[in-house]
Nanobody, 114 residues
Framework: QVQLVESGGGLVQAGGSLRLSCAAS????????MGWYRQAPGKQRELVVS???????DYADSVKGRFTISRDNAKNTLYLQMSSLKPEDTAVYYC????????WGQGTQVTVSS
């Protein structure tokens, strides 16, 4: 069973930075695509950024220029570098992967104070 474990969330002031990590139980090459989603209280889960096996990325307009997705294949880990954080970035952030099935992590809370 595929496992995705996120870490790196926390409380940060507006304008600050955080780096989220997603450790996968399988090699990242086994997934056609991976991504980060977020869900704020009372809102639907939304895509933050996705990356295909070939490296094509797709960022939500709200995070373009501030967030960067990357991966370390040797560590089976996906990252999300978040900079210039805003209070509206506050949400639970989820790692996802698509391979034979669709897999999700348990989520990590990011809170940005004004």
């Amino acid at each position: 069973q595929v496992q995705l474990v996120e870490s790196g969330g926390g409380l940060v002031q507006a304008g600050g930075s955080l780096r989220l990590s997603c450790a996968a139980s399988e090699r990242l090459f086994s997934f056609n695509a991976m991504g980060w989603y977020r869900q704020a209280p009372g809102k639907q889960r939304e895509l933050v950024v996705s990356i295909t096996l070939g490296g094509t990325t797709d960022y939500a307009d709200s995070v373009k220029g501030r967030f960067t997705i990357s991966r370390d294949n040797a560590k089976n880990t996906l990252y999300l570098q978040m900079s210039s954080l805003k209070p509206e970035d506050t949400a639970v952030y989820y790692c996802s992967a698509r391979g034979w099935g669709n897999y999700w992590g348990q989520g990590t809370q990011v809170t940005v104070s004004s």
